[in-house]
C-alpha cells in the first residue's frame, strides 16, 4: 500500500522561511505534487518533482530524494496569504488521475 | 479559460437519499477525477474517467458510481446516503492525450460540492 507522512499544523512568522516536510513509503512511485488549499477553497497547483533534485519557482521551491521517500516544500519571504493547507501528493505508476494524498500540514502565519 | 466548474456548490440531504453531482471540465481535459475530502481522512481519490471509461477506482463502496460523457463531463452519485458521506466531493480533470499517458498530469480542481447529509 502506499502511506505519505507531513506534520499536521506550523507556525511560522511572515517574512520568514518555512520547510513542509513529506515523507512516503509506496511501489511504482512516478511523481510527487504539492497543492495549496486556503480554507473553503479548491486546491491549487504548486510543484511537482519526479527526478531527485530541487525545484525553485519563485519564493516557492520543492526537493526530492527517491531514495529516501522524502520531499520538502521550502516557503520563503512569508506572506499572510500563504496561511493556508500544504498537501503533498503521490502518483502511483500511470494511473492518470490517482493521486495518494497526505493528510496536509495547516500552515499559519504570524505577524 | 474557464477552469472546472462543479453544481450544485452546497446541498443538504437526508439519511437514505441519493445525490448526483456534476462537474465540467477544463476545455480539452479529456480525464476527470473525483475525490471526497473529510477532517479526519483528508482527500480521498473515488474514481477517474477518461474518454467515458473508468479507468481507475478508490476503496469506496458501490453506492457511490460515476460516469462521463461524450463531451468529458462527469457526474457522480451516491445513493442512500449516510451521515459518514457528510463531505466536500472535488473534482479534477486534467490534460492526458491517451490512457496510458505517463506525463505530469497537473490536475485541476473545481470548488467542490459540500454535502451535508442530515
Known amino acids: 500500500g502506499q502511506n505519505i507522512d507531513q506534520p499536521t499544523e506550523m507556525t511560522a512568522t511572515e517574512g520568514a522561511i518555512v520547510q513542509i516536510n513529506c515523507t512516503y513509503q509506496t511501489s511504482g512511485f512516478n511523481g510527487l505534487f504539492w497543492y495549496q488549499q486556503h480554507a473553503g477553497e479548491a486546491p491549487t497547483f504548486l510543484s511537482y518533482?519526479?527526478?531527485?533534485g530541487l525545484e525553485e519557482k519563485g519564493r516557492f521551491s520543492s526537493f526530492l530524494s527517491r531514495s529516501k521517500g522524502y520531499s520538502y516544500l521550502l516557503l520563503k519571504e512569508l506572506q499572510m496569504k500563504d496561511s493556508a493547507s500544504y498537501l503533498c501528493a503521490i502518483k502511483v505508476g500511470n494511473q492518470g488521475g490517482k493521486l495518494i494524498f497526505g493528510q496536509g500540514t495547516e500552515l499559519s502565519v504570524k505577524p | 479559460k474557464a477552469g472546472v466548474t462543479q453544481t450544485p456548490r452546497y446541498l443538504i440531504k437526508t439519511r437514505g437519499q441519493q445525490v448526483t453531482l456534476s462537474c465540467s471540465p477544463i476545455s480539452g481535459h479529456r480525464s476527470v477525477s473525483w475525490y471526497q475530502q473529510t477532517p479526519g481522512q483528508g482527500l480521498q481519490f473515488l474514481f477517474e474517467y477518461f474518454s467515458e471509461t473508468q479507468r481507475n477506482k478508490g476503496n469506496f463502496p458501490g453506492r457511490f458510481s460515476g460516469r462521463q460523457f461524450s463531451n468529458s463531463r462527469s457526474e457522480m452519485n451516491v445513493s442512500t446516503l449516510e451521515l459518514g458521506d457528510s463531505a466536500l466531493y472535488l473534482c479534477a480533470s486534467s490534460y492526458q492525450t491517451s490512457l496510458f499517458y505517463s506525463g505530469a498530469n497537473v490536475l485541476t480542481f473545481g470548488a467542490g460540492s459540500r454535502l451535508t447529509v442530515l
Open positions: 518533482n519526479v527526478l531527485d
